[in-house]
């Protein structure tokens, strides 16, 4: 059987490193697909189309396959993140307690939809299926720290505190 | 060497029928010239079960099973055809038909299209679903072939027989739900992707979604037969 | 690992107990960690330090009752505080021994008096990154009895004796499973804890994961042992990052002490655990779905049969539970299957964690014996509706399952009842809602969540559920027929017999049982063009409210 080459980094940033050491501990089988693109976009912040080339041909998956498999968990992004993520869970709970409107308002405030970063690559809007915190709805992530009874002053204050800081 | 195999008898719609224990209820239906609708099964493909236009009753349950995964069994009472079962199927043929652009007389295919023999075969008339009219697009980036996304009811015939016969796997499913769409590669250009040319997908398509550019305006009837005997072949039999 | 060293493990976590006068359990859930629970805990130690009381600052799991967070219980008062700042922190140690702070004090008895705890005994009482404190609760104390005392069968014996049910939603035996995969040919075989705790509303399973996760370890174990695996799988989902390193950690601990590895405990038994996460998918707590995603797949649910308890994992025979069906399993050894099933009604036995949400005063887990009424559970234990608003409607089992009205309040929960009731018991989330909701779009939110979470394999739950919402959509809006709502009707009843997996056939569900009990409602926005409950954009719209009703009444009479 002929003997399968791992494609080089695609670079030498550190990062490939990182997610290349995933891959090894799972000794590239194929089923560490989503292990190593959970890797790709925890360093990278995204995935392309080159790191999940990248990875496919690593793990020898089929390129379609592994485009699949992004696309089809949420959790994957494949745009870069803003420099700040403003993320507004949309779970029951939260949504009992008015997470639409919030998001309606941060919708209207940033001029973006949800899934958009602003112009200027400040700020991009997610939303969640449920962060598990529904004692707390309406709750949002705030670069990944969670705020709980979420009130719009507060949303826009932060806002108004990662503009200032860049 | 010849292995003993169990044999079942079961009914199918009042006629009682005789089947091998590892065939299916639509294989044995096939055999008794008992028809059972489906879009996504083809014979020499593995099974996923998707399309739901198989489904039949079985006596004794209030569930419905898809006949193209249901293994026969002994004693089992199959019913394929009733009013609950040509209203469920009707309706699944007018989702299909209100998801995407499904317009016969300008599809490359009508005439020769499954869904088409199928939606006049269950008798359906009319759509009560409002269109949902997405715009999509169509890839004529391949020398040979084309795939109009709007024709595409998402069986993954074309998914399957790439992956499993060409080998290739050249084609997947991007996206989910209502959102999914047929792809090639990481969603490039089928043209300058790493297609082998082979045409097997568009020879499975049941519909005209993927098509030969040289059957545009002639009819283009597909040959999805090969396959069993190219399974045969493989396994050299 | 013999009985005597896990004893002088569990003497000496005694003997430490015996150092201090005093113990403050602070609540390090992703709940009251948000709200800096950590910084209150650091100071709180420095204080402790400071006083020269004998005092242990301990972190500890959730306590239940997140809004209050962060949380803090003092033993052996059993005080327990809320809303805690860092600066109360010499507050509460000057109050050790004393009257308690009654600014921060929670004296909540409804809230606690109802309760009874199996699966959280141990949350908010224990380290959860400290193994020997669950040794020091009598744990892992059911995995040495079962490896050395007794053989698989007795232990399947057990599991079905005491009646267990899984707890994932669907309600299986699961006795009759493990007797199922410890039976199927093929090897080897597989563990999966599912803790993909997709339903939005719902978060039993992180606490359990964050507060106490050996006892899902030692559950996952003896399971292997009773059906004859050797490798297991948690998966997780990505969004509970404190779970997952939590989870990850005391995998590490419980490989440290010679519970994961092999020759467990002297025994030939070997057995490990990895941990999978989750990617943003609902579909994958479907279990086809799930060994899907584990396998490194798109989370496409498979026709069944095969089950996975004969072909799961790379087509191997594979044991599928959930988080909160593993926290039972070591218990019910420790005590017998009797005392099991002494708790709960005839065909649900022991208890059930309800994530308690929505508008309700006292939000926060809680764990009943089942058979308790959901009355009970949402006006003793839950304080009932804040703001004198009055109770709508109770929704439980996610998007899978229904909304009950108030004639339903003294339906005791069990599996049974609540299907007979258009619902479900699913992993348990309980939002109430009340006047200020409408239930039309409460239904269309459900369908929302499930046509963006509907996988794309099947068409009835594809393109189904985007109709559904159309429909639903146009019912909100004020434009809907009466033919509307006919097709409507219609497409559920399809969709639901004709989907998949069941991810589809449940998708109805929300909104056949809010027609079934809040019909008026539907037709309100129908005939009147009105939302009553002033949610929906047509009730903005709305340009005589007063005639249209007027018109309504003569129209029914």
Known sequence: MPVYQVPALPSDDKRWRIVNGTMRRHGYSRNALIETLHTVQSSFGFLDKDSIRFVAQSLRVPLSQAYGVVTFYHYFSMKPPGRHTCTICTGTACYIKGADKVLAQTEKHLHIKVGETTPDGNISLMTVRCVGACSCAPVALMDGEQVGQIQMPQIFEQFEGWKTHD | MSTAVDVKTLIIDGVDVSARQDQTVLDVARENNIFIPTLCHLEGLTEVGACRLCLVEIKGSPKLFPACVLKVEEGMQVTTKSDRLLHYRRTILELLFAERNHVCAVCVANGNCELQTIAQSQGLTHVRLPYRNPKLPVDLSHERFAADHNRCILCTRCVRVCAEIEGAHVWDITGRGIDCRVITDLDDPWGSSSCTRCGKCVQVCPTGALFDKSKVGVPHPKYPEFLPYLNLMRDGQ | ???????????????????????????????????????????????????????????????????????????????????????????????????????????????????????????????????????????????????????????????????????????????????????????????????????????????????????????????????????????????????????????????????????????????????????????????????????????????????????GLWNCPTLINNVETFANVAPILRHGAEWFAGMGTERSKGTKVFALTGKITNTGLVEIPMGMSLREIIFSIGGGVPDGHKFKAVQTGGPSGGCLPEEHLDLNISYDALIGAGSMMGSGGMIVMDDTSCMVNVARFFVEFCMTESCGKCIPCRAGTAQMYGLLTKICNGEATHQDLDLLIDLCDVVKNTSLCGLGQTAPNPVLSTLRYFRDEYLEHIDNHRCPAGVCACSANDAKPQERTKERVEVEA
């Open chain 3, 1 to 311: 690992m013999t009985s005597e060293e896990l004893q002088q493990i569990a003497e000496g976590v005694r003997l430490e107990h015996e150092n201090y006068d005093y113990e403050v359990n602070v609540c390090m859930g992703a709940g009251c960690l948000a709200q800096h629970s950590d910084q209150f805990k650091n100071a709180l130690a420095k204080e402790a330090e400071a006083s020269g009381k004998r005092c242990h600052v301990r972190s500890a799991g959730c306590q239940g009752l997140c809004a209050a967070g962060p949380l803090a219980l003092v033993e052996p008062s059993k005080t327990l505080y809320g809303h805690l700042h860092e600066s109360d922190a010499k507050e509460v140690i000057e109050s050790l021994g004393e009257k308690p702070v009654e600014r921060l004090h929670i004296q909540l008895e409804d809230y606690f008096k109802g309760q009874r705890h199996v699966v959280l005994e141990n949350c908010g009482h224990i380290d959860p990154e400290k193994i020997d404190e669950y040794i020091g609760c009598g744990g892992y104390a059911a995995l040495l009895k079962v490896l050395t005392e007794m053989d698989p069968a007795a232990v399947i014996d057990q599991i079905a004796k005491s009646g267990l049910r899984g707890r994932g939603g669907g309600g299986y035996p699961t006795g009759l499973k493990w007797g199922t995969v410890a039976k199927a040919l093929g090897s080897p075989k597989y563990i999966i804890c599912n803790g993909d705790e997709g339903d939005p509303g719902a978060f039993m399973d992180r606490s359990v994961l964050e507060g106490d996760p050996q006892r899902v370890i030692e559950g996952m174990s003896i399971a292997a042992y009773a059906v004859g695996a050797s490798k297991g799988y948690i998966y997780v989902r990505a969004e509970y990052p404190l779970a997952v390193s939590r989870f990850t950690a005391s995998l590490r601990e419980a490989r440290r002490r010679g519970f994961l590895g092999n020759n467990i405990c002297g025994t030939p038994f070997n057995f490990d655990i990895e941990i999978r996460l989750g990617a943003g998918a609902f579909v994958c707590g479907e279990e086809t779905a799930l060994i899907a995603s584990i396998e490194g797949k798109r989370g496409t649910p498979r026709p069944r049969p095969p089950y996975p308890a004969v072909s």
